[in-house]
């Protein structure tokens, strides 16, 4: 995208807007939240989007807004994820935020899956804060909330047993504190000390502890901190997945909590669906379909990644197109920014004909016809490397091409017959240095007719000594976008 695209403003979409228009007057906090328990992949990114979209609607309008994501750090471990050692058990209720990284890069566990997702939030130019809740607790942020809710202990018990049908257990308690083992316990909590902002408790053992709750010595459960992080940080707006949004489900009882036990008005909502991979199905880090950000970043622009996660209903499901359907999608993007674009479908052959040089890819546009699109090398070179990617990773196996060199060429050209070596040698003699795609196809396609050879066999021929292959992307372009000795060695079998 263009400077003057990206200051004439963010496209909002509609769906935002009137998310907007229903929060009424700010100061406004927008948090999306996630879990860190594994990979955060590019389902979890739609929720992220949402929110943004929304934020974005709000700041549109001249509201301040505090936009959030909200990393749950301090959440126990609660299953050995896909690829995790399983030697993790004995971590299992430790909070992610102490458990050492599986792979030793980062200082925890739950450092080791936020900090790339936090990367490509930065990559992607995003206005967000990302808190995480050990930290939250250590700095005392839900001190007072976590002592409310203490003192609130049989109300909330209350809300929970009437809104999941599941009776509690006696000694059940909101907050969970941390054993010496490293465990957050929660059902044995014996007495608040409100003055101390502590709690003592029977650890797993039965001996008895003490955790301060101002010191991020323990955190509480999972449904009622959903409650009462709205007011901790004054939260306006959440977008939450089908999998809370559900009959007696976290929002059920995180509403009522809010309302009656913190009495904190509920924050804006929006329910937003999942997105699946083509082919793959519902993202999943547990069932291990894992798309990370970073993998889209690396085949498409930051305001791409937007458009595609997002869909034009996040409230709809859908599967993303990464494999055959991808290049339409990359050019209704483009067309859409209203700019000069190369066709991505021709990007991608390029790209894989001249690898990293960004001046043979200008040449090479520019005898194709897309000398304007060519123009801004540093855009080129960026589009080259998405479409460089795209081709390694995702392009169906007919788009992937190599141009051979002269020896395998040779090679190739054994599995020809006289006919069709013929017509390769006379088509070489007639290409001319300032022939453009179309008069190279002209070339190729009338001779076959003169020669009497039917065009399907001319240009397997043509495909075979360039690519090694039977078909390819449409010939004249693709032979006018190389230097006239490359074509001419190739075809002179
Ligand atoms: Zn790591």
Not at 285 to 298: A, F, M, N, Y
Not at 383 to 394: G, K, P, Q, V
Request: glycine share 10%.
């Amino acid at each position: 995208m263009s400077e003057t695209g990206r200051s004439t403003g963010i496209h909002i979409p509609g769906w935002a807007e009137r998310v907007a228009d229903s929060l009424g007057a700010g100061p406004h906090v927008v948090v999306s939240g996630i879990s860190v328990s594994g990979n955060i992949h590019a389902g979890n990114l739609r929720e992220v989007l949402v929110a943004e979209a929304v934020a974005n609607a709000l700041r549109q309008r001249g509201e301040e807004v505090r936009f959030i994501f909200h990393a749950d750090t301090i959440d126990p471990l609660r299953k050995i994820a896909p690829g995790i050692p399983q030697s993790y058990e004995e971590f299992i209720g430790h909070s992610l935020s102490h458990i050492p990284d599986p792979e030793g890069c980062h200082v925890s566990y739950a450092e080791h899956f936020l900090v790339p997702f936090e990367e490509a939030l930065l990559e992607m130019g995003m206005d967000i804060e990302v808190l995480r809740s050990h930290d939250l607790y250590e700095r005392g942020v839900y001190t007072d909330v976590t002592r409310e809710a203490i003192e609130h202990t049989d109300g909330l018990r209350e809300i929970l047993q009437e809104v999941t049908n599941r009776k509690m257990p006696e000694h059940w308690s909101p907050y969970l504190p941390r054993a010496s083992s490293g465990k957050l316990i929660g059902r044995r909590v014996l007495e608040h000390l409100p003055e101390q902002t502590s709690v003592v408790f029977a650890d797993e053992d039965g001996f008895e502890e003490a955790a301060n709750y101002s010191k991020g010595e323990g955190k509480l459960g999972w449904r009622v901190e959903l409650a009462a992080r709205w007011k901790a940080l004054g939260i306006t707006f959440e977008p939450f997945g089908k999998d809370h949004t559900s009959r007696g489900g976290s929002t059920d009882t995180a509403d009522r909590m809010s309302s009656e036990v913190f009495h904190y008005p509920v924050p804006g909502r929006y329910e937003y669906e999942w997105i699946g991979l083509k082919g793959r199905g519902d993202m999943s880090s547990s069932r291990g379909i894992v798309l990370l950000p970073k993998d889209l970043l690396e085949i498409m622009p930051p305001d791409a990644v937007r458009r595609i996660i997002l869909g034009r209903d996040p409230a709809r499901r859908f599967d993303i197109d990464l494999e055959g359907g991808f290049p339409r999608f990359m050019d209704e993007y483009r067309a859409e920014a209203g700019e000069p674009y190369v066709p991505f479908t021709h990007l991608v052959t390029v790209a894989q004909t001249v690898g990293e040089d960004p001046d043979a890819a200008a040449e090479m546009l520019r005898r194709g016809g897309y000398g304007e699109a060519a123009r801004d090398t540093d855009k080129l070179a960026q589009d080259l490397y998405y479409a460089r990617n795209w081709a390694a990773e995702w392009a169906p196996e007919s788009m992937r091409l190599g141009l051979l060199d002269q020896a395998e060429s040779e090679e190739a050209a054994a599995g020809l017959d006289d006919e069709q070596r013929a017509y390769l040698r006379e088509v070489s003699g007639k290409l001319q240095a300032e022939m453009d795609g179309e008069a190279v196809q002209d070339v190729l396609y009338s001779t076959a007719i003169e020669r009497g050879l039917k065009p399907k066999r001319a240009f397997a021929a043509v495909y075979r000594v360039l690519l090694g292959k039977s078909s390819g992307p449409k010939a004249g372009p693709f032979i006018a976008g190389l230097t006239l000795d490359q074509a001419r060695e190739r075809l002179s079998v």
